[in-house]
């Protein structure tokens, strides 16, 4: 992937997966090695944060809104989840977590963990404007891609 070719091939894709992977087992691993300092019902409602605001509006919509092979709902579901899963504003609400708390505490963790688990457990990384809100393939890439591979590229 490059700035003129804004997709990742299977092989690009699982190595992507993989460095977010190791991230998220180096933060559990310093999470795990802290038990005891941990404020588990501030890390609960951290890791919780994310999908509250990003994943859960989206999913009520598709699922209980609307039906149907193509489910459309409003494009704010997606711009929601994209800012609920950046780590850009991760890095702000633990910066403005930081402060209001007067320093540092192992439940910031919460923050990166649920990011990294989501982009190397789950593969997800942000929603498109105009894409299914559930991840489903585009028939116009799914025609690109097969000439792609075929070209035997990794």
């Not at 991230?23 to 509250?52: G, Q, R, S």
């Not at 997606?78 to 209001?100: D, E, K, P, R």
Request: proline letters at 5%; charged letters at 15%.
């Amino acid at each position: 992937m490059d700035h003129h070719n804004l997709f990742l091939s299977r092989g690009t894709y699982n190595l992507l997966r993989l460095d977010h992977l190791v991230i998220l087992v180096v933060l559990t691993v310093m999470l795990f090695a802290h038990w005891c300092e941990v404020n588990w019902f501030n890390f609960t409602a951290a890791f919780l944060w994310p999908d509250i605001v990003g994943t859960l509006p989206g999913m009520y919509w598709y699922y209980a809104r609307t039906t149907g092979d193509r489910r459309s709902i409003p494009a704010v579901f997606h711009v929601l989840y994209n800012i609920g899963h950046s780590f850009t504003i991760v890095a702000v609400i633990t910066g403005l977590w930081y402060f209001a708390a007067g320093g540092w505490e192992w439940a910031m963790l919460a923050l990166p963990i649920h990011l990294f688990g989501d982009r190397s457990l789950f593969g997800n990384i942000y929603k498109p404007l105009g894409r299914s809100f559930e991840p489903a393939p585009h028939p116009a890439f799914v025609r690109f891609y097969e000439e792609y591979e075929r070209g035997g590229r990794w």
